[in-house]
């Protein structure tokens, strides 16, 4: 797979002004001061079309950074490829707002046309893959507390963008307990992307990995795990009831409200 990221540059924290309305302790229904506290560092929101075989696959509005593992993790959760081999080459344009795949196999693809589901960024999905079938029940991985536990500490440890702006949610990817990848996304779904990615591009074996993100968890969030065939999908957040049913049927180990001291066990694969 060739990869050609011209826009691995891009801004992702800016500074903008803002003045902070303060309720007077002395009377809280008729007073409050108004202070000019200068500028403050907010989360840059950037807009990208994926197009694939020269089509329009979707329109994302995500964080401008990882652009490749985004685009890549993308196509695996969509179900249009299931490694990097399925790719030719992948190209960023400088601006970042325009990424081409071509891909190394024919594709029959349906006219989409519908918003992510439970997507907070407004990610839209033009095209699906016609050939997609049904996902497979995962096999029961190996997973220990201690690693959950260390994904969850490192969460805690927090992250770049996040100290900076409080605006993003991150995703870890651990593969046999040890932390190999973070990133960062104004969408949850886009921060999984890009883990899923990461992991397609460095060869991983799925079985053999772990993702945490940040973010509740409906049942696409569980879908994607279970498209990129990785067993166990962890979070800090909550679950929905469809997910928890959804993680049952594919035999996906779910685990939420995942902190340094505690986690709780949703679904545990048989």
């Not at 397609?200 to 279970?226: H, N, Q, S, W």
Request: proline letters at 3%; a negative charge; one cysteine or more.
């Amino acid at each position: 797979m060739k990869v050609n990221n011209q826009a691995e540059r891009l801004e992702c924290v800016k500074k903008v002004k803002r003045v902070v309305v303060n309720v007077n302790e002395v009377d809280k229904a008729m007073m409050h001061s108004m202070t000019d506290e200068g500028k403050m560092d907010v989360v840059c929101e950037h807009f990208m079309d994926l197009v694939v075989n020269e089509r329009l696959a979707a329109k994302l509005v995500c964080t401008p950074s990882n652009l490749t593992e985004l685009v890549i993790g993308r196509l695996v959760t969509e179900g249009m490829i299931a490694g990097t081999e399925d790719v030719e080459s992948v190209y960023v344009c400088e601006s970042g707002n325009t990424a081409k795949v071509f891909l190394s196999k024919d594709i029959v693809f349906n006219y989409s046309m519908e918003n992510e589901p439970t997507c907070c960024t407004g990610n839209q999905i033009l095209l699906k893959n016609a050939q997609t079938g049904d996902f497979k029940r995962l096999s029961k991985a190996e997973w220990k507390p201690e690693w959950i536990f260390g994904l969850a500490n490192e969460f805690a440890g927090g992250s770049k963008i996040h100290k900076a702006t409080k605006g993003t949610h991150g995703c870890y990817l651990s593969v046999k307990g040890e932390v190999v990848f973070t990133c960062e996304d104004i969408g949850r779904h886009n921060a999984l992307d890009k883990a899923v990615g990461f992991a397609a591009i460095k060869g991983y074996d799925p079985a053999e990995c772990i993702l945490f993100t940040t973010g509740r968890v409906p049942t696409d969030m569980v879908k994607k795990a279970v498209a990129a065939k990785i067993p166990v999908l962890v979070s800090k957040a909550v679950p929905t009831d469809a997910a928890v049913e959804m993680a049952k049927a594919y035999n996906l180990t779910l685990i939420c409200r995942a902190w340094p001291d505690r986690y709780e066990i949703f679904n545990e694969a048989e």
